[in-house]
């Protein structure tokens, strides 16, 4: 079965930095895109970012350009979200998925999913 486990969430202060982590399990990641969104209660799944087979990033969120910065470790089954100058919008729950393909990274249809981590931008 494949399992994701996110983690690295936390409280965070407004200008400040976190690295989220991916942990994949049962399955070969290097075979996988991973994309990363996130969801505030009551709004709709938004993508984040996709970072496709070959380490590529397809995509980045418009809001996030310039601060965050996907990467993937394959040989250790992970992929990581490093968010930077954070903002208090960024809070969120923030989710993996692995899929074949970046190009649905807007239809939130990915394959298989984590559990969530919550960020929270605060002062």
């Known amino acids: 079965q494949v399992h994701l486990v996110e983690s690295g969430g936390g409280y965070v202060q407004p200008g400040g930095s976190t690295r989220l982590s991916c942990a994949a399990s049962g399955i070969s990641l290097n075979s996988r895109v991973v994309g990363w969104f996130r969801q505030v209660p009551g709004k709709d799944r938004e993508a984040v970012s996709c970072?496709?087979?070959?380490?590529?990033?397809?995509f980045y969120l418009e809001s996030v350009k310039g601060r965050f910065t996907v990467s993937r470790d394959d040989a250790r089954k992970t992929v990581y979200l490093q968010m930077d100058d954070l903002k208090p919008e960024d809070t969120a729950t923030y989710y993996c998925?692995?899929?074949?393909?970046?190009?649905?990274?807007?239809?939130?249809?990915?394959?298989?999913w984590g559990q969530g981590t919550q960020v929270t931008v605060s002062s």
């Open positions: 998925a692995v899929d074949r393909s970046c190009s649905t990274i807007a239809t939130r249809r990915f394959a298989a």
């Open positions: 970072i496709d087979t070959s380490g590529t990033t397809i």
